[in-house]
């Protein structure tokens, strides 16, 4: 089972927001919310499409495997610093 947990924790966490604010945003409870990222459990996919829609993100990048060594695990700043990137446009 992959655990995606630890991706959306960072998304929460990237987007300054606590469990209930997050949780509320992708039509979920804050219980669920917290299995997701305790890694008991993995979201639904239409959990995953809200989360796409409320957040722009690509579904993709939330389920990446990060490896066990913490040399591809990105930083919350990174992190930012990735999705700022995509809101540019071209001529930025």
Known sequence: MINIGPNIRRLR?????????????????QGNLSEIEQGNCNP???T???IKKQF???IDDLII???SNNSSVLSVGEL???SNYRFLDGLD
């Open 13 to 29: 966490k990237l987007n300054i927001m606590n469990q209930v604010e997050f949780s509320s945003k992708i039509g979920i409870s």
């Open 44 to 46: 639904s996919f239409d």
């Open 48 to 50: 995953l499409l809200a």
């Open 56 to 58: 722009n993100c690509n």
């Open 65 to 67: 495997i990060v490896k």
């Open 80 to 82: 930012s610093m990735i």
